[in-house]
T-cell receptor, first 113, second 112 residues
């Protein structure tokens, strides 16, 4: 069965620091990968997605992610975080014949002003 | 477009009571999903539907039932609520294929 691992449970950064959140998945076939963000008290919103092509994917709000097939990874990055990036971030991979998403357990990001 | 909406936003139940959560989408999506979100557990799929009149079990279906009588609506029922069902419930929808899911605002349910 497919699974998604997010290595960091809680990351605390100061504003302007660089961010990298790890995501690894287990699946040997073609994958579609997603990063969602959940701001405090809100629903999940799509940050970016990878289906095929350029493994470096750019999303909203200055986020990007790199798909490294050999490492089964899809890490999320941002060069300089802001206080408004405080949120929980979820990595997800499509799973099953119905295209259901398998989510990681999430990483909470706290940005200190 | 309203996107995905959920009713109610908050609910408190006593053990053994029943209730129905309503999810509605106005994007003409075929697929709809119910998840629960618990601290440190991420999102876990309860049930899903690939079209009107069809439903299927997800990862954690026990204690829940669903119905998709209309394409735009997906109902989640709890027949006899238990404290273990205290959670935040999210509905999502998408088009066919491996596309992104669009999420509703969530329902916070507390079972005492």
């Amino acid at each position: 069965a497919q699974s998604v691992s997010q290595h960091n449970h809680h990351v605390i950064l100061s504003e302007a620091a660089s961010l990298e959140l790890g995501c690894n998945y287990s699946y040997g076939g073609t994958v579609n990968l997603f990063w969602y963000v959940q701001y405090p008290g809100q629903h999940l919103q799509l940050l970016l997605k990878y289906f095929s092509g350029d493994p470096l994917v750019k999303g909203i709000k200055g986020f990007e992610a790199e798909f490294i097939k050999s490492k089964f990874s899809f890490n999320l990055r941002k060069p300089s975080v802001q206080w408004s990036d405080t949120a929980e971030y979820f990595c997800a991979v499509n799973g099953g014949s119905q295209g259901n998403l398998i989510f990681g357990k999430g990483t909470k990001l706290s940005v200190k002003p | 477009n309203a996107g995905v909406t959920q009713t109610p936003k908050f609910r408190v139940l006593k053990t053994g009571q029943s209730m129905t959560l309503l999810c509605a989408q106005d994007m003409n999506h075929e697929y709809m999903y119910w998840y629960r979100q618990d601290p440190g557990m991420g999102l876990r799929l309860i049930h899903y539907s690939v079209g009107e009149g069809t439903t299927a079990k997800g990862e954690v279906p026990d204690g829940y039932n669903v119905s998709r009588l209309k394409k735009q609506n997906f109902l989640l029922g709890l027949e006899s609520a238990a404290p273990s069902q205290t959670s935040v419930y999210f509905c999502a929808s998408k088009t066919g294929g491996y596309n992104e899911q669009f999420f509703g605002p969530g329902t916070r349910l507390t079972v005492l």
